[in-house]
């Protein structure tokens, strides 16, 4: 079946530090990806995006990376802030609906002062 | 402005009762989601509504659970003789444009429901 997951639960980084989260998919159909970060007691939020048409994509501090030959991706948030601690989830739309985005197990960025 | 709201926040079951889930959309958004969302766990798509049709229901768990949309903006979602499995965050989530995932939803807080 479809499913999206990622290497590893836990993150801790220090502060001021560089960041990578990655994730695993298994559909080498699916077309859009899409990193979330979810506060504990709040809903995910969206940080960015990458259609599978490009390798890399860059945002305020993240930068996205998608290598479709091995159905990997990963989100790299540069100079690591407290703020930025957070549940990160990254997510798929299959190829099978146009609605349905099917998220991840999340991993857990934890920020060392 | 306002973004999604849900309610109520935190809601507490005993086992066969029903309950029901309010998710307030941004104003003007075409789309709607649900999403039910384990403990320790990544959101699970339940059911999407482009306007007040519900177009895609394929992530219900079971006839107990029921949403509608009927006007196009306000959501409801039902559960039906509550088991201890449904416990869980129910997230909303809106979109201005027609179907996922080409525009960016924006989810609300979350309804936890702990089912006793």
């Known amino acids: 079946g479809e499913s999206v997951g990622l290497h590893l639960p836990t993150l801790s980084v220090q502060e001021g530090d560089n960041s990578i989260i990655n994730c695993a998919y298994s559909?080498?159909?699916?077309?859009?990806f899409i990193w979330y970060k979810q506060e504990s007691g709040k809903g995910p939020q969206f940080i960015i995006d990458i259609r599978s048409n490009m390798d890399k994509r860059q945002g305020q501090r993240v930068t996205v990376l998608l290598n479709k030959t091995v159905k990997h991706l990963s989100l790299q948030i540069a100079a690591t802030q407290p703020g930025d601690s957070a549940v990160y989830f990254c997510a798929e739309n299959p190829p099978s609906s146009a609605s349905k985005i099917i998220f991840g197990s999340g991993t857990r960025l934890s920020i060392r002062p | 402005g306002a973004g999604v709201s849900q309610s109520p926040r935190y809601k507490v079951a005993k086992r066969g009762q029903d309950v029901a889930l309010r998710c307030d959309p941004i104003?003007?958004?075409?789309?709607l989601f649900w999403y039910q969302q384990a403990l320790g766990q990544g959101p699970e798509f339940l059911t999407y509504?482009?306007?007040?049709?519900?177009?895609?229901k394929s992530g219900l768990p079971s006839d107990r659970f029921f949403a509608e949309r009927p006007e196009g903006s306000v959501s409801t979602l039902k559960i039906q003789r509550t088991q201890q499995e449904d416990s869980a965050v129910y997230l909303c989530?809106?979109?201005?444009?027609?179907?996922?995932?080409?525009?960016?939803?924006?989810f609300g807080p979350g309804t936890r429901l702990t089912v006793t």
């Open positions: 104003s003007g958004h075409v789309s």
């Open positions: 509504f482009q306007n007040e049709a519900q177009l895609d």
């Open positions: 989530a809106s979109s201005l444009g027609q179907g996922a995932p080409s525009y960016e939803q924006y």
């Open positions: 559909n080498s159909a699916s077309d859009y």
